[in-house]
């Protein structure tokens, strides 16, 4: 609880000097790392060829029951990091929802891995994280980063990973089995962008641009609760990088 604390403190103290910094600014990309994020970015393309681009293939072979189990029982688990946002957020509602879907769906729906609530008119809705949270409070983004491995962030972004991973019940797992899990959901994630890759490839002739403005105005659009109008037909969640 303590070590929580201190993580949540550290963040508040970053966000509040991104605010401070970029008070009266106009809204405009900030990239002003764009020479370390392009490399950054060719060093995640390249592990992506020769990694988890293969990875993802060879599982995308498996059974459609299979990898659509795998994936519900993966998002089953995310809305114990969704609802605290939810919460944060002020929206009770999609809190009391998500919360009775993670019930149902644990129990009756084999720790996650059938989707019964939605039969019963729970649907599921978009997951929430605590940089968005942020951002509803008005925490602006701050500048463009592209981290090793995770890819588009932002300052508001990068260092808010730190209390979703608190949040998240795999954290508190054995060191082997926090492994597994969170190798598996980066192969769920990638097997399920692998389409994107070709659309990618075709419509893009930077794809450095175009996955940062992507990436950015996705967030914005998370942020407002798609309250913002999208020039992109392709977003960041849809596009391998």
Known sequence: ?????????????IQLSVVSSSYGQDREVKDCFEKINR???????ALDKVLFRPVAAGYRKLPSPVRAGTSNALNNLSNLVTIPNNILQGDFRSAGNNTIRLIINTTIGIVGIF????ALGFEKLDKE???QTLGFWGVPDGPYLVLPFLGPSSFRDGPSMIVDYELSPVEQLHHEERQ???????????????RATKILDTAAKDKYIFIRESYLQKRESQVNDGNVKEEFEIDVHSVDY
Request: glycine residues 2%; proline residues 2%; hydrophobic residues 55%.
């Open 180 to 194: 597994v899990l969170q190798t598996l959901d980066i192969v769920d994630t990638r097997a399920r962008l692998l």
């Open 39 to 45: 490399a950054t970015f060719a060093f995640n393309m």
């Open 1 to 13: 609880m303590i070590r929580s604390l201190k993580i949540i403190t550290a963040i508040l103290i």
């Open 129 to 131: 994280d605590f940089g």
């Open 115 to 118: 989707d019964p609530a939605n």
